[in-house]
Every structure is written in C-alpha cells, then in structure tokens.
C-alpha cells in the first residue's frame, strides 16, 4: 500500500485550464436550450394540429352517418312524400318550346323592355319591340308595370344565361287577324289611316294590321299623296291570316255610307275647307257642300266668321246625288230660331235632332198633299190613301161617295 501511494503522489498532472472549462461550458448550456426549444416547437405543433384533425374527424363522421340514413332511410326527417315532391314539380314546370304560351308575372321594368317570372329556373325577358304590335317609346305605352299578369308566347332563349325570350305583340296579331274576320263577318265598315303606297294601291293601317287598298277600289279620285296620312272609310274584302294577306275596299265602303244618307237626316261632319259659296265637310268620308245660303236663316257675308276648318259640327242632308257624288247640307234647318247658327251654335247643334224631326214632317206632309191631288184627279188608279200618306190598293173600308180629304193639312212653308 505504501509502494502504491508513493506511485500516485509521483505522478504529475498538468492544471486545469480556466479557459476550456468556460468553453464547455456554454456549449453545453447551448444544446440543453435547443433541445427545449424542440420539446416547446413539437407541443405547439400538436396542439395547433388536433383541433383541425377532431373537425375532420366530426365531419367524416356526420358524412359517414348521413351517408348510411339515406342508404338505409332515405325519407326519414322529410316533411313531404315523394308522390308529393313529384306533383309540385308537375304543377312549375312547362313546355318551354318556341311558340309555347305562358303565363307571368312582371315583376321589373326598364328602358329596354321587362323582366317576367314564368316560374322557371330563371327570370324570362320581354324585349321592347315585343311589348305591343304598335311602336312605343317604352313598356309603359303599352300598360306594363310591375305587378301586370299576363299570358306571353315564347319566341327565343338568350344564350348568355339560358333565359327565354318572351313576346306579346304575337298574341296581339292573333287577336288583331281574329277581330278583321269578325269585321268582315259582320260587313262593318271601319276607319284605316293612309300610311303607305305603291303602284297598284295604298297601305292602310287598321287594328294594327297592314292592309291593302287597290286604286280600282278607292272611290275619290284623289292621289296617293294626297291621301297619304287621311283616314278613310273601308271594308274589309279579304282576310287571310296565312298568307297574310288583307285587301280593303272605299268603294264598297263609300257605297254603303251614301245609301245610309236619307233627305232629312243628321250627321255628324268636320269642317275641310272654305270657299266664297259654301264650306266642304267631311262626313264619314264623304265631302258635302254647305251651302252659305244654308249656313243660316240670316246673311252670311263671311263663312270664316261662322266656321273654320276643323271645326266639328251637325247638319242635315238635303239632297244626295248618288250618280255624281253630291251631297247638300244644311245648319239652317236645324235652327230653332233665325240666326242662332251664328248667334247661338252650340243651341243648333243641341235641338238638331229635334228640329230634323219636325223638317222630315214637314217632308211627309208635302208628300201626303201630293198623294192626295194624284187620287183627286185620277180616282180610278184603284188607290187609297193611309193615315200616314201612303198609297196603297183600294179597300172595302172606302166609302160609297168617295174620300174626304178636307182633313189634310196644307204644308207648312220652309
């Protein structure tokens, strides 16, 4: 033990050194930091991570149980059944083919035209130029506001976001070629607007159609420019919705005005033109002369005091000669009082019935005188007389020594 202790006390060891013992130690200060740095970064990461895997896992699970109800029970939690779900498809769906009718609702409008809700899976669009068979200005025009139901024709589909196109002014141009046919069924006549001409006629506007008039079937002689923008009486002579074809007649439609102008009745005309001997007026299409001497029961030294051109008035066919054209009007013999067409005209104009009246009277009871003298001179004509001055056979009620026709009263002078 001894010879082993004096071993160790000869061995030499040289000192510590100062600087490697500080040396060391930071370096291992350094890798104690770094790995707690680690531990730190790896528990942040798991615990920003499990929020994020617990939702994925909650919602593959809701997915996984969802999946496995409408596998196994796939109406359970529905308030309606499936015959039901199939019969509201049933009752908003429709046809959506061109040409098809539909009805909507507008529910929006702008200068271009108006949205309209035909239950489909988009908002359908009625272009402007489709809202009426007139030309307008806006929707307005033609009454379409929001809130309007109406039935609508389908006539298109925007490509842009699969909407459809939709038209009125189709529906109008059914109802328009239905209302000529029901005119010309009842031979009516009806008034067209000159809007157009060519060589064989003139275009005419009526119930928002086109139609044609032949110059072999106006009755003026008056030029294509000169009826360019006049509106004038016509009938209808063919109606052809599938050709589209509408040919209209004056002639036959100025046949039937004059047959309705009886001596003594009263129309309603407007003032065309003056002259120094009398005013033309139109009377449905008709021009009469309004005499001066006619105007009134005092003198009429100028027309243009009493009438102008445009004015509307009455007044009372004279005579009418159909193989000329002629017609002769008359204010005078509708005024109550001399001189009230100048005085008074709006009174004329309210008694012209009444006075017509008692002017066709007038007429009958001239008649009744001129029946009378022909059966006073030639009493074997076989005739006798009625109560109302009209001829008729002899009868058994004709007394033994002839007709008493002291009673007949003497016409009144004009």
């Not at 929020?51 to 699970?61: D, F, I, S, V, W």
């Not at 008034?191 to 275009?203: I, R």
């Not at 050709?243 to 004059?258: E, I």
């Not at 104009?349 to 009378?372: G, S, V």
Request: charged fraction near 25%; glycine fraction near 8%; proline fraction near 4%.
């Amino acid at each position: 033990m001894a010879s082993l202790a004096q071993q160790f006390t000869g061995l030499r060891s040289p000192p510590l050194s100062h600087t490697r013992l500080s040396t060391r130690k930071p370096i291992s200060q350094t890798r104690v930091n770094s790995r707690k740095r680690v531990i730190v970064s790896a528990v942040t990461s798991n615990a920003l991570a499990s929020p994020q895997t617990r939702e994925r896992h909650e919602l593959k699970q809701l997915f996984e149980e969802a999946y496995e109800r409408c596998r196994t029970a796939p109406m359970e939690g529905v308030s309606f059944t499936l015959e039901q779900f199939h019969a509201a498809v049933e009752k908003y769906d429709f046809n959506s083919e061109m040409g098809t009718k539909v009805k909507g609702t507008v529910f929006c409008t702008d200068a271009h035209g108006a949205l309209v809700d035909i239950t489909a899976k988009s908002s359908a669009y009625l272009p402007l130029q489709e809202a009426c068979i007139h030309k307008i200005k806006n929707v307005e025009e033609a009454g379409i506001f929001p809130g309007l139901k109406e039935e609508f024709v389908i006539i298109g589909e925007n490509q842009a976001d699969d909407s459809l196109v939709l038209s009125l002014r189709v529906i109008h141009y059914e109802l328009a070629w239905e209302r000529c046919r029901q005119l010309q069924t009842e031979d009516v006549v009806v008034k067209g607007k000159v809007v157009g001409a060519n060589k064989g006629g003139v275009v005419a506007e009526l119930e928002g159609l086109r139609g044609f008039v032949p110059f072999s079937q106006i009755s003026s002689k008056s030029t294509a420019e000169e009826l360019l923008g006049m509106e004038i009486p016509l009938k209808f002579v063919e109606v052809d919705e599938e050709q589209s074809r509408l040919v209209l007649s004056n002639r036959k439609a100025m046949a039937d005005s004059q047959a309705q102008l009886g001596i003594g009745s009263v129309v309603l005309g407007t003032v065309q033109s003056l002259k120094p001997y009398g005013a033309f007026i139109d009377i449905g299409g008709i021009n009469g002369l309004l005499h001066v001497s006619q105007i009134s029961h005092d003198r009429v030294s100028d027309i243009a005091t009493v009438l102008q051109p445009g004015d509307t008035l009455k007044v009372m066919i004279l005579s009418h000669d159909r193989e000329r054209g002629r017609v002769s009007l008359s204010t005078k013999k509708l005024e109550p009082t001399p001189g009230d067409m100048i005085r008074n005209p709006k009174l004329v104009f309210e008694k012209a019935e009444e006075m017509a009246q008692t002017f066709r009277q007038r007429i009958a009871q001239a008649e009744a005188m001129a029946r009378a003298d022909m059966l006073r001179f030639q009493p074997e004509s076989g005739l006798t007389l009625s109560s109302d001055g009209i001829l008729g056979p002899l009868t058994s009620d004709l007394p033994v020594e002839g007709l008493d026709l002291s009673d007949i009263p003497l016409a009144e002078d004009s």
